[in-house]
């Protein structure tokens, strides 16, 4: 979960469009934010606050691969999940708001 937490991190845009991986940026200042970067825009969302999907259906945190496999991707290919922030429902799946852990 630490993976997507960060994934999601870098790729949320901030006021100014800009960027960060939270723990990359206040790891190079010594552990403070910088003067012009407010402490939100460097958090990381707390697993709890993330959902992995496989085929439109949330998976339990707890959830092996194994049983995902067998239970819901049911397909001899590649198992593709995707992530998203907790709150971010629709209908179908889009890139805005589920992303693939391949990213």
């Known amino acids: 979960m630490a993976y997507v937490s960060t994934k999601l991190s870098e790729q949320q845009p901030t006021g100014s469009q800009r960027t960060f991986s939270g723990a990359n940026k206040v790891s190079q200042i010594g552990g403070r934010s910088p003067p012009d970067v407010s402490p939100s825009e460097t958090e990381i969302p ?3 606050d993330i959902e992995i999907l496989c085929r439109g259906q949330v998976i339990d945190p707890n959830t092996n691969l194994g049983t995902v496999r ?3 991707w049911r397909n001899p290919k590649d198992l593709e999940l995707c992530y998203r922030r907790r709150g971010e ?6 890139p805005d708001t589920e992303r693939s852990l391949d990213d």
């Open 70 to 72: 067998w239970l819901i």
């Open 89 to 94: 429902h629709t209908s179908a799946a889009t």
């Open 46 to 48: 707390p697993p709890q």
